[in-house]
């Protein structure tokens, strides 16, 4: 325990004493954030433009630098660090592409998955052929394991681990919503992680609840620096790697509940709109329907932080039912 929460502790520290020249540098450089066209988003969101953006890179150090020392490095931890920074690349490139060009669009979608799917590809084979981990799914409250077999393994782990790291991205639409979110849900997966006796996957989890807690620090309303792509692969990219290494695969639905509504809200207007040509949100991600309802920023953040804390805490409490049995 003791070095669980030291970890925490560390990762939010470092994070908040290198935040102000890390921002620095970057608005030096004109790293900063280029808004979607106006129609796409809500008014408010234009006065965003030029802000800091590419903070997943401090996310990213602010846990390394802690899990190194703290932790002893074993395979389970170090693959589900590999996700966070594979797929914090990921959108690293994405992020660079928008800077260079000065434009919102960078890497394209299809590429983005190709790489995800390389991504999930890797924690597929060290789950399986180096660690050992059996390809099965775990039904919550029934508590039963399901054998798939390899091959529809792997597209579980794909669906997750895309899933994941595009619904955080989709959910970084607010200053501090998508930061505050994943520290509520990797904070249930380090009592996950905790419970099972998996101290390094434990440490992990809290040296990124730690790195998100200091990043809020600069990222809450009104926000000094995003967290970017950058951020948000990253963020869903560990969170998804937590998830299979826990064997949460499904329970992920409900500790993640708000990232996967934020997904739903985008998909369900996508499919509507194209069948009826009519809208079932004012604007999507769900978030947004919020704010063009007349919703203030900050009202939304904390409302969504507190259902996320319930579901998390729901999550956490079928786990622990199935674990005790």
């Given at each position: 325990m003791?070095r669980?929460?030291?970890?925490?502790?560390g990762?939010?520290?470092?994070?908040?004493?290198?935040g102000p020249?890390?921002?620095e540098?970057?608005?030096?450089?004109e790293?900063?954030?280029?808004?979607?066209?106006?129609g796409l988003?809500?008014e408010?969101?234009a006065g965003?433009?030029?802000?800091?953006?590419?903070?997943?890179?401090?996310?990213?150090?602010?846990?390394?630098?802690?899990?190194v020392?703290?932790?002893?490095?074993?395979t389970?931890?170090?693959?589900?660090?590999?996700?966070?920074?594979?797929?914090?690349?990921i959108?690293f490139i994405?992020?660079?592409?928008?800077?260079?060009?000065?434009?919102?669009?960078?890497l394209a979608?299809?590429?983005?998955?190709v790489?995800?799917?390389?991504?999930?590809a890797?924690?597929?084979?060290?789950?399986?052929?180096?660690?050992g981990?059996?390809?099965?799914?775990q039904?919550?409250?029934?508590?039963q394991?399901i054998?798939?077999?390899?091959v529809?393994?792997?597209?579980v782990v794909?669906?997750v681990?895309?899933?994941?790291?595009?619904?955080?991205?989709?959910?970084?639409?607010?200053?501090?919503l998508?930061?505050?979110?994943?520290?509520?849900?990797?904070?249930?997966y380090t009592?996950?992680a905790?419970?099972?006796?998996?101290?390094?996957?434990?440490?992990?989890?809290?040296?990124?609840?730690?790195?998100?807690?200091g990043?809020?620090?600069?990222?809450?309303f009104?926000?000094?620096?995003?967290?970017?792509?950058?951020?948000?692969?990253?963020?869903?990219?560990?969170?998804?790697?937590?998830?299979?290494?826990?064997?949460?695969?499904i329970?992920?639905?409900?500790?993640?509940?708000v990232?996967?509504?934020?997904?739903?809200?985008?998909?369900?207007?996508?499919?509507?709109?194209?069948?009826?040509?009519?809208?079932?949100?004012?604007?999507?991600p769900?978030?947004?329907?919020?704010?063009?309802?007349?919703?203030?920023?900050?009202k939304?953040i904390?409302?969504?932080?507190?259902?996320?804390?319930?579901?998390?805490?729901?999550g956490?409490?079928l786990?622990?039912?199935?674990?005790?049995?």
């Open positions: 003791p669980v929460l030291i970890a925490a502790i990762a939010a520290t470092l994070l908040i004493f290198l020249k890390f921002i540098w970057l608005r030096v450089n790293v900063g954030q280029f808004v979607r066209p106006a988003i809500p408010g969101h965003k433009q030029g802000t800091p953006t590419m903070g997943g890179l401090l996310i990213l150090f602010a846990t390394l630098v802690p899990f020392i703290l932790s002893s490095r074993s389970v931890a170090v693959l589900v660090l590999f996700a966070a920074v594979a797929t914090g690349a959108g994405d992020d660079y592409m928008k800077v260079v060009r000065k434009r919102s669009l960078g979608g299809k590429w983005r998955m790489g995800l799917a390389a991504v999930a890797v924690i597929v084979w060290v789950a399986v052929d180096v660690i981990q059996p390809t099965t799914l039904v919550p409250i029934w508590n394991d054998q798939i077999g390899i529809a393994y792997f597209a794909f669906l681990v895309a899933g994941a790291a595009n619904a955080v991205n989709l959910t970084d639409g607010l200053d501090g998508a930061a505050g979110i994943a520290a509520v849900v990797l904070l249930a009592a996950i905790f419970v099972s006796e998996r101290t390094d996957l434990a440490i992990f989890g809290a040296t990124l609840v730690g790195a998100c807690l990043f809020l620090w600069f990222n809450s009104p926000a000094q620096v995003f967290m970017g792509d950058t951020g948000s692969y990253a963020l869903g990219g560990a969170i998804a790697g937590m998830a299979v290494l826990t064997k949460t695969e329970l992920l639905v409900v500790i993640a509940a990232f996967v509504i934020e997904a739903l809200s985008v998909i369900i207007q996508v499919i509507v709109f194209k069948r009826s040509r009519r809208r079932v949100f004012l604007m999507t769900v978030h947004h329907h919020f704010e063009m309802a007349g919703w203030s920023e900050t939304i904390v409302r969504f932080w507190l259902i996320a804390a319930i579901f998390a805490a729901v956490f409490t786990f622990f039912r199935d674990f005790q049995l």
